[in-house]
């Protein structure tokens, strides 16, 4: 298992070596960063005193390295927007998208694997072909176009959930939550179910069809005959061995979250990482745009290597083609 993490970490630090050069060519090949900085006003000595500062006049392969040095303890430089560190701006705009992410997540899991079960169990009941039928909303809408509706219904008419914002947030010192506030419950149901409709669909539809799969096969009608209760055949034989392909599809989808939340913040105006990207963005702020490109890349490339870790625990035949 050792020699199986290895090779999966060495390609790991080999997509992100790829990620920190499309990164890297952000500040090189977006436009000149000093126009942002400056007025039309400032002088050529001026810009050039810039330039020397942010080491623009520095040769490429310089440039590269003390990028990556800098990528590699956390330093991104400066936000030409805000001028501030694009480090300490990421992590205070981190923990609303990792709650976002997390309920979203939840909802999608949860809700998912339990209908995927019910459709796949009782795929001819009335309750199953409604509940097919609406996850179709989830695949074929924008997740725009769900948002606004959202807010149309439930605080617009209805007036039931807040549009916008986070709600009220209780400071931990390490961490700034409004999931223990009541307000900040209310304010993230509405981009929480929209940014997991389309995962949830995702995940429903997969299991079902893996179960349907499942049930058809010879050892399932063995545990029948052998008169095991159908809730072990359902959720110990038959659920188990539909887990590969959706710990695939959860994997990429909770990396999937993380990275397009971008428009679900910007609709419901939810202050973390995908609107401070929208806005930097709409500045050309570059050094948010490249720190927050290598920072979804981690997490997918983190995400990826704990789905191959679950590979190799669930499933049998890879620890022996590994032996």
């Not at 440039?63 to 990556?68: I, L």
């Not at 009335?126 to 996850?135: D, F, K, V, Y």
């Not at 191959?308 to 890879?318: C, E, G, Q, T």
């Amino acid at each position: 298992m050792i020699s199986f993490i290895l090779r999966r970490l060495a390609q790991s630090v080999l997509v992100m070596a790829v990620v920190s050069g499309i990164s890297f060519s952000l500040f090189n090949f977006v436009g000149d960063p000093v126009n942002n900085m400056v007025g039309q006003e400032a002088t050529r000595e001026q810009r050039q005193q810039i330039r020397v500062q942010l080491g623009l006049e520095d040769p490429i392969i310089t440039q590269y390295v003390r990028f990556m040095g800098n990528a590699l303890s956390g330093d991104f430089g400066l936000s030409y927007r805000i001028r501030r560190p694009v480090s300490e701006l990421i992590f205070e705009r981190l923990p609303a998208t990792i709650e976002l992410v997390f309920v979203s997540a939840i909802i999608a899991l949860v809700l998912g694997l339990s209908l995927g079960v019910y459709t796949g169990i009782k795929r001819d009941t009335w309750l199953s072909r409604a509940t097919l039928s609406i996850s179709l909303v989830g695949v074929s809408l924008p997740t725009f176009v769900i948002g606004i509706a959202l807010i149309y219904l439930f605080a617009v008419l209805l007036r039931w959930l807040p549009s916008s914002g986070r709600g009220g947030v209780v400071d931990l010192g390490f961490w700034q939550t409004s999931l223990l506030t009541a307000d900040g419950w209310r304010s993230i149901i509405l981009p929480a179910i929209t940014l997991s409709l389309f995962q949830l669909t995702l995940i429903l539809r997969l299991v079902r069809a893996e179960m349907l799969e499942v049930m058809r096969t010879d050892y399932i009608k063995f545990a029948r005959a052998r008169g095991l209760a159908e809730r072990s055949i359902n959720f110990v034989h038959a659920l188990r061995n539909t887990l590969v392909p959706v710990i695939t599809i959860i994997g990429l989808n909770i990396g999937g979250l993380i990275a397009f939340s971008v428009i679900t913040e910007t609709v419901f105006q939810w202050p973390g990482t995908g609107l401070m990207f929208i806005q930097a963005v709409d500045f050309v702020d570059v050094p948010i745009m490249a720190a927050y490109l290598v920072f979804v890349a981690l997490l997918f490339v983190t995400i990826n290597l704990i789905v191959d870790i679950l590979y190799f625990v669930i499933d049998p035949r890879i620890r022996l083609g590994g032996s």
